[in-house]
């Protein structure tokens, strides 16, 4: 049956009536809430799954030893734990770890102070904005482990040489995202600053730093990351720090003992102190500052 | 009328500014007066150097030829006797709240210590109807309400002159209108100098008691002339102005 094309109209749609309703008390809602489950509850607590990551790779750890079955080339982690609480235990490992942590404490302060110190001259002058650019360009790639052997000839077999290594490896780290952190400031918050009369070391403390607060937080992270590596490598290879002995020296004579169950525990003393320094002190500073403040979702 | 001693005078003022390849003439020989208790605006197409003149007037900006006096006092940096309340929404220091702010700007400016800023912040956050959220971070309040906030700052700081740089431009037209409405009532209440910077007619006119008309490219005065709160002369006043800054643009197309 053959179709006629018919033009289809669009009929003009009546007159609608309008509506107007009256405004509902607010206590006349009912409120549509339901509380999550428990597992919703713990799976939304980013703690929560990271110790779900972390058990996982301990259980792949344990099978992949328990399947080689060699505790000279890779123990299993029931061992490495095991190892781990005696060392605790009997105190070697704490009191390393407290060897290792003191001369890292002591280069990070000095790193932080240098950099601030780099930083406000780039604030304050193009010379010095030149000095920080020029000199971060330069020593930032140079890995700090290099400069080991000139330090052991200028200050010797110890802590001072340590120091100085460390120092090198955080400094230029924070300074660099100091001053893009302040470059980035913007203009707005500058020019309020300006408005309240405020100039130099007031205007860098009260307006320049909290406004550059996240990428200052990005440089502390990184330079302790840093400089814990620097600390474990110099303290390993070249066993500087022997007389007090940190946790890379405990790691090398353990080694040299054949003891890998005890080198599997110093390293993940390492591990640990990285985990806790990161997820507690790094994160609780986060979430007091940048993410109350909105600057970080 | 005529003698009484204007607070802010701006005599033959030249604005330039560099940018990368040449020097842009912002404003050319600007003058006006402004007396106390005016609400004076500074209305132009965009491109006619009012922002600039403001961000003078503020203390950013050295002129290169002519001067600016408030109360007989040659303007040379910004300072906390004329508060900029800006366009922008991220003038608040996020890391402080609406309360820590304003005090923040009494503090840092010296003008009152602790416990006396904390309630004279107070009081100015309760006139802009803010006295709920004197404990929350700016992130989390409204474009209004962070207006709000810079007003109230602005206004806690008790300056010579308050410098307006279109501070309704990015919100949306309802609270606009609004904020309009507040910002007169607030006016009526304290008597505020306030110099304010718009490229909306309307707004010029609802604000303003003086209106000051720039020509663009370079900014020159094309008129300064007096607003009303007459909705019939509003709308024909509306419309003058209308013609004054569309007669320039005839003329450009007649030319080419």
């Given at each position: 049956m053959p179709e006629v094309a018919t033009l289809k109209v669009i009929p003009i749609t009546e007159p609608r009536p309008e509506i107007?309703?009256?405004?509902?008390?607010?206590?006349?809602?009912?409120?549509?809430?339901?509380?999550?489950?428990?597992?919703?509850?713990?799976?939304?607590?980013s703690f929560f799954r990271k110790l779900i990551i972390l058990a996982a790779l301990a259980l792949a750890w344990e099978i992949y030893g328990r399947v080689l079955n060699n505790d000279l080339l890779f123990p299993t982690f029931s061992a490495t734990v095991s190892a781990f609480f005696a060392n605790v235990m009997n105190g070697v490992l704490p009191e390393r770890a407290w060897g290792s942590l003191r001369v890292l404490l002591m280069g990070y302060a000095i790193g932080i102070t240098l950099a601030a110190v780099l930083t406000a001259l780039a604030i304050a002058s193009r010379i010095g904005t030149d000095f920080l650019e020029t000199m971060t360009s330069m020593f930032n790639p140079l890995p700090a482990i290099a400069l080991l052997p000139l330090a052991l000839i200028w200050f010797g077999l110890g802590t001072?040489?340590?120091?100085?290594?460390?120092?090198?490896?955080?400094?230029?780290?924070?300074?660099?995202?100091?001053?893009?952190?302040?470059?980035?400031?913007?203009?707005?918050l500058k020019m309020v600053g300006r408005n309240y009369g405020l100039r130099g070391p007031r205007f860098i403390a009260t307006i320049l730093i909290p406004a550059a607060f996240p990428s200052i937080l990005t440089g502390l992270k990184i330079g302790w990351a840093f400089a814990w590596r620097t600390l474990i490598a110099a303290e390993l290879v070249f066993g500087v720090s022997s007389g007090s002995g940190g946790l890379g020296w405990f790691i090398f004579e353990n080694k040299n003992m054949l003891d890998i169950?005890?080198?599997?525990?110093?390293?993940?003393?390492?591990?640990?102190?990285?985990?806790?320094?990161?997820?507690?002190?790094?994160?609780?500073?986060?979430?007091h500052t940048i993410q109350r403040w909105g600057m970080q979702a | 009328m005529g003698s009484q001693k204007p607070l802010l005078e701006v005599s033959g003022v030249t604005l330039q500014y560099k940018t990368p390849n040449l020097l842009v003439t912002a404003t050319y020989r600007v003058d006006f007066n402004v007396l106390e208790g005016d609400r004076f605006i500074l209305l132009g197409p965009s491109g006619c150097g009012k922002s600039t003149l403001q961000k003078a007037v503020g203390g950013y900006i050295t002129p290169t030829e002519g001067e600016m006096r408030l109360k007989g006092q040659v303007i040379r940096a910004p300072g906390p006797d004329r508060m900029m309340v800006f366009q922008e929404f991220d003038q608040l220091l996020p890391w402080k709240t609406v309360r820590q702010n304003v005090a923040f700007a009494l503090t840092a400016a010296r003008k009152l210590k602790g416990k006396e800023a904390d309630e004279r912040a107070m009081h100015y956050i309760e006139k802009v109807n803010l006295t709920k959220f004197a404990d929350t971070?700016?992130?989390?309040?409204?474009?209004?309400?962070?207006?709000?906030?810079?007003?109230?700052?602005?206004?806690?700081?008790?300056?010579?002159?308050?410098?307006?740089?279109?501070?309704?431009?990015a919100l949306d037209a309802l609270t606009r209108r609004k904020m309009q409405d507040e910002?007169?009532?607030?006016?009526?209440?304290?008597?505020?100098?306030?110099?304010?910077?718009?490229?909306?007619?309307?707004?010029?006119?609802?604000?303003?008691?003086?209106i000051l008309l720039l020509s663009p490219h370079p900014g020159r005065v094309k008129a300064e002339i007096n607003s009303t709160t007459d909705p019939k002369d509003a709308a024909l006043l509306e419309q003058r102005i209308q013609h004054m800054l569309f007669a320039d643009e005839a003329k450009e197309i007649i030319d080419a």
């Amino acid at each position: 049956m053959p179709e006629v094309a018919t033009l289809k109209v669009i009929p003009i749609t009546e007159p609608r009536p309008e509506i107007y309703r009256e405004d509902m008390p607010a206590d006349a809602m009912t409120v549509v809430e339901k509380p999550l489950s428990t597992w919703e509850l713990l799976y939304n607590w980013s703690f929560f799954r990271k110790l779900i990551i972390l058990a996982a790779l301990a259980l792949a750890w344990e099978i992949y030893g328990r399947v080689l079955n060699n505790d000279l080339l890779f123990p299993t982690f029931s061992a490495t734990v095991s190892a781990f609480f005696a060392n605790v235990m009997n105190g070697v490992l704490p009191e390393r770890a407290w060897g290792s942590l003191r001369v890292l404490l002591m280069g990070y302060a000095i790193g932080i102070t240098l950099a601030a110190v780099l930083t406000a001259l780039a604030i304050a002058s193009r010379i010095g904005t030149d000095f920080l650019e020029t000199m971060t360009s330069m020593f930032n790639p140079l890995p700090a482990i290099a400069l080991l052997p000139l330090a052991l000839i200028w200050f010797g077999l110890g802590t001072a040489s340590l120091v100085f290594v460390l120092v090198h490896s955080v400094t230029w780290a924070i300074a660099l995202n100091t001053h893009s952190g302040f470059l980035s400031v913007s203009r707005t918050l500058k020019m309020v600053g300006r408005n309240y009369g405020l100039r130099g070391p007031r205007f860098i403390a009260t307006i320049l730093i909290p406004a550059a607060f996240p990428s200052i937080l990005t440089g502390l992270k990184i330079g302790w990351a840093f400089a814990w590596r620097t600390l474990i490598a110099a303290e390993l290879v070249f066993g500087v720090s022997s007389g007090s002995g940190g946790l890379g020296w405990f790691i090398f004579e353990n080694k040299n003992m054949l003891d890998i169950a005890n080198v599997f525990a110093g390293l993940l003393t390492v591990i640990l102190i990285g985990l806790v320094v990161e997820n507690l002190i790094f994160q609780t500073i986060e979430r007091h500052t940048i993410q109350r403040w909105g600057m970080q979702a | 009328m005529g003698s009484q001693k204007p607070l802010l005078e701006v005599s033959g003022v030249t604005l330039q500014y560099k940018t990368p390849n040449l020097l842009v003439t912002a404003t050319y020989r600007v003058d006006f007066n402004v007396l106390e208790g005016d609400r004076f605006i500074l209305l132009g197409p965009s491109g006619c150097g009012k922002s600039t003149l403001q961000k003078a007037v503020g203390g950013y900006i050295t002129p290169t030829e002519g001067e600016m006096r408030l109360k007989g006092q040659v303007i040379r940096a910004p300072g906390p006797d004329r508060m900029m309340v800006f366009q922008e929404f991220d003038q608040l220091l996020p890391w402080k709240t609406v309360r820590q702010n304003v005090a923040f700007a009494l503090t840092a400016a010296r003008k009152l210590k602790g416990k006396e800023a904390d309630e004279r912040a107070m009081h100015y956050i309760e006139k802009v109807n803010l006295t709920k959220f004197a404990d929350t971070y700016p992130h989390m309040l409204s474009g209004g309400m962070k207006q709000r906030v810079a007003i109230a700052r602005g206004m806690a700081m008790e300056p010579d002159i308050l410098l307006m740089d279109e501070p309704f431009a990015a919100l949306d037209a309802l609270t606009r209108r609004k904020m309009q409405d507040e910002l007169l009532q607030l006016w009526a209440d304290t008597r505020f100098t306030v110099l304010f910077v718009t490229h909306s007619i309307a707004e010029a006119i609802k604000i303003g008691n003086r209106i000051l008309l720039l020509s663009p490219h370079p900014g020159r005065v094309k008129a300064e002339i007096n607003s009303t709160t007459d909705p019939k002369d509003a709308a024909l006043l509306e419309q003058r102005i209308q013609h004054m800054l569309f007669a320039d643009e005839a003329k450009e197309i007649i030319d080419a």
